[in-house]
């Protein structure tokens, strides 16, 4: 389903220096027109990285900011995706205020994995450009770096670094004026944790990179010369010489207060950057994080536009790990048909046929581990897979799904359903049933199904296949579901073999 023309988004962003709301309604032409932006700087990452834990006061701030968000929301019925980044990440009781956003600010906030921002920051940024387009983008935020090569706004290589603006002044102190000795040590600490994070040269990588965040665009609006919306990398590394030697005051003049205090740490971790990528120079864009989130949400209202980029990072995924890709179409490719016939009886989101597909195409992968208990192998393989498109919770949904492709039924009370509602165990249930005929009728893995028809009739599912080999394996697979098909959809499934006449 498309959709409609006015439908409102929201992005909340916790980040480590700030916490930011972005609101926006879909255009008729698509484009998303802003409604309100708010940024508080409150400084969720606030000893985070000498204590490990977010203070009490910290946490109430936050827990206020996200209840005021939470109000504008609903006044503009958004549909809200509100995420947290390294500094929820990291915090011992991290987990503790994502209950509390839920239960007093009313917020479901998403601690997303460093990769998972890098992907989002590099749709933020280059949603939109040509498929041809090779794009080098980086993010420098409070506790973590995010380095991404696009062809297009499709990432091959994406990178997070534990190291950001917020985390390196909290470290070395640097919030004033720094002697050379200090920055010194600063600069060598940087480079060894980006030596350890990227490689020396990422191919085909351009030597202009895009840089997506506040710090970047103080550092380089610093840096660059009149004029100009870029900074060269010895720009760059001038302009950390000089902001260090600054006070406190002379850096207050140039830059709000809480920036002021991190761009010495922020413009060090640029350099560092700009010198093992081995950059030209840098061009600072507003776009990021919230921008990649917005659209996200935008596309999981047209999904089968957003199905056909999953499946193409799932079947990345599979290369990965040598997965068998004739099969693995193969089943999806039914199971997509079963899941559209069976559509009036399974009651399922629109947005659960990508779940399927992606869990279709990666159920065999555990074989890339060993094949016995290769379902539980390829659970785990997709829990920590990089496939963009996908929520580390939805990630989490589909890695059940195909856990679920043979030996144990996918029963509600079954232990692989654990920590999960009851709503979403029945969705993984019905879904993973629908994944096992799917399966079965490959059972051989030689595609002998050329077609295959699946509607519902009189309280049956009726499977029409056409072969161009014998079916008796599959044939023999697929009784072995009969009963839990009847079970979960509360209709017989039967299948029926189209017989070519003798001439």
């Known amino acids: 389903m498309a959709q409609r023309v006015g439908t409102t988004f929201a992005a909340v962003d916790v980040g480590t220096n700030a916490v930011r709301l972005k609101l926006v309604r879909a255009r008729r032409d698509g484009s998303l027109e802003v409604l309100h932006e708010e940024r508080d700087p409150i400084r969720p990452g606030e000893g985070v990285f000498e204590t490990g834990s977010i203070p009490p006061p910290v946490a109430a701030r ?11 929301c609903r006044r503009h ?3 809200v995706r509100a995420v947290a980044t390294s500094a929820i990440r990291e915090a011992r009781n991290g987990p503790e205020i994502v209950k509390r956003a839920s239960r007093e600010a009313g917020i479901d906030l998403e601690v997303i994995s460093g990769r998972e921002e890098a992907r989002l920051i590099c749709l933020g940024v280059l949603g ?7 794009s080098l983008v980086v993010d420098i935020g409070g506790g973590s770096t995010e380095v991404a090569v696009a062809d297009g706004e499709q990432p091959r290589n994406l990178y997070s670094l534990a190291l950001g603006a917020v985390r390196l002044t909290e470290i070395f102190g640097s919030s004033g ?6 920055l010194g040590i600063m600069r060598g600490y940087a480079a060894e944790i980006v030596e350890r994070s990227l490689p020396a040269r990422i191919t085909g990588a351009p030597r202009t990179a895009i840089g997506s965040s506040g710090t970047i665009r103080a550092v380089v609006t610093h840096a660059a010369a009149a004029g100009t919306a870029h900074a060269s990398a010895e720009q760059i590394a001038r302009a950390a010489g000089e902001l260090a030697l600054m006070s406190p005051l002379s850096r207050r003049q140039l830059f709000d207060p809480a920036r002021a205090e991190i761009v010495v740490a922020g413009a060090v971790v640029l350099e560092a950057v700009a010198r093992r990528l081995k950059l030209a120079s840098i ?10 989130l917005l659209l996200d949400l935008q596309r999981r209202h047209e ?15 599979g290369r990965g790990l040598g997965f068998d890709e004739p099969h693995a179409w193969q089943v999806a490719g039914t199971s997509l048909a079963l899941f559209d016939a069976l559509a009036p009886a399974h009651d399922l989101p629109a947005r659960a046929r990508g779940w399927l597909q992606v869990a279709a195409l990666l159920h065999d992968v555990g074989h890339a581990i060993g094949y016995q208990r290769h379902h539980k192998h390829a659970a785990y393989l997709i829990q920590n897979a990089d496939i963009p498109g996908l929520t580390e919770h939805e990630r989490d949904l589909v890695a059940r799904v195909a856990r679920y492709h043979r030996r144990s039924p996918p029963e509600l009370t079954h232990a692989g359903m654990a920590g999960l509602s009851d709503a979403e165990a029945r969705l993984v249930r019905k879904l993973a049933t629908i994944l096992r005929v799917a399966d079965s009728l ?15 009739r009189n309280g049956q599912c009726v499977v029409r296949l056409e072969p161009s080999a014998p079916l008796d394996l599959e044939l ?15 209709r017989r499934l039967v299948v029926d073999v189209k017989t070519t006449a003798k001439t």
């Open 177 to 182: 004026k720094v002697a050379p000795r200090k």
């Open 283 to 292: 061009a600072a864009t507003d776009r990021g994080l919230r921008d990649g």
């Open 442 to 456: 490959d059972r051989s893995h030689h595609q002998p199904v050329t077609r295959l028809a699946a509607r519902l």
């Open 62 to 72: 936050l827990i206020e900011t996200l209840r005021g968000y939470n109000g504008i």
């Open 476 to 490: 023999w697979d697929v009784e072995h579901e009969l009963g839990l098909f009847r079970r979960v959809f509360r």
């Open 77 to 79: 019925h958004a549909e």
């Open 303 to 317: 999904p089968r536009a957003n199905e056909v980029r999953l499946a193409d990072a799932a079947v990345a995924a």
């Open 128 to 134: 939109g450009t040509p498929a041809r387009t090779r």
